[in-house]
């Protein structure tokens, strides 16, 4: 099991909106992250610091939290979204980073 | 921008020592802005921190790990690196450097990960 939860995969149509949640303890007092991977490409970071948005990715992305729980917006998903996303945060236990098991996006 | 770009052996045998370095471009690895940190995501299974190095040469690595694991920072090369010892195959898995913290409030950056495989 992973230290934070993420739904294994999400599907929906072009267009619509997807949502990708994160939960976790360590969330109710750390910053979430979030990256999105394509097959054979570099981990791209989208959502940092719960809810900023790094230069360059698209105004769709955004992030937000809720006690234990983040989600991960895509307002308007396109087929260039569909890849896996993973959330992750500091751990509580002697410092250093935990991961989620990551969610498999599928647009079409 | 930060670049980073891992390299080192795709296959070790069990019971040898791992090395990987990560080459930095885009920024000095001599600033105070970013821990240089390497991570491991199994395949099929989850990611996995393995620890950080500050400029200052100060480490931090996952407990789970820390007997085996040393990183270093060479500031005149750019680069910064990874020696896991006494390898088994559970130790198979992509390996990513990237400027990744406890903190989680500015941009982090990724390479693009190698392979490496430690044969049963």
């Known amino acids: 099991s992973y230290e934070l939860g993420q739904p294994s995969s999400v599907s929906l149509s072009p267009g619509q909106t997807a949502r990708i949640t994160c939960s976790g303890d360590?969330?109710?007092?750390?910053?979430v992250r979030w990256f999105q991977q394509k097959p054979g490409q570099a981990p791209v970071l989208v959502i940092y610091k719960d809810t900023k948005r790094p230069p360059m990715i698209p105004e769709r992305f955004s992030g937000s939290t809720s006690g234990t729980t983040a989600t991960l917006t895509i307002s308007g998903a396109q087929v260039e979204d569909e890849a896996d996303y993973f959330c992750?945060?500091?751990?509580?236990?002697?410092?250093?980073?935990?991961f989620g098991g990551g969610t498999k996006l599928t647009v079409l | 921008q930060v670049q980073l770009q891992e390299s080192g052996p795709g296959l070790v045998k069990p019971s040898q020592t791992l090395s990987l370095t990560c080459t930095v471009s885009g920024d000095s690895i001599n600033s105070a802005n970013y821990y240089w940190s390497w991570i491991r995501h199994h395949p099929g299974k989850g990611l996995e921190w393995i620890g950080y190095?500050?400029?200052?040469?100060?480490?931090h690595y996952n407990p789970s790990l820390k007997s085996r694991v040393n990183i270093s920072i060479d500031t005149s090369k750019s680069q910064f690196s990874l020696k896991l010892t006494s390898l088994t195959a559970a130790d198979t898995a992509m390996y990513y450097c990237a400027t990744v913290d406890d903190y989680g409030d500015s941009v982090e950056y990724w390479g693009r990960g190698t392979l490496v495989t430690v044969p049963p």
């Open positions: 190095i500050y400029y200052s040469g100060s480490t």
């Open positions: 992750y945060s500091a751990t509580d236990n002697n410092g250093g980073v935990v």
């Open positions: 360590v969330l109710a007092k750390n910053y």
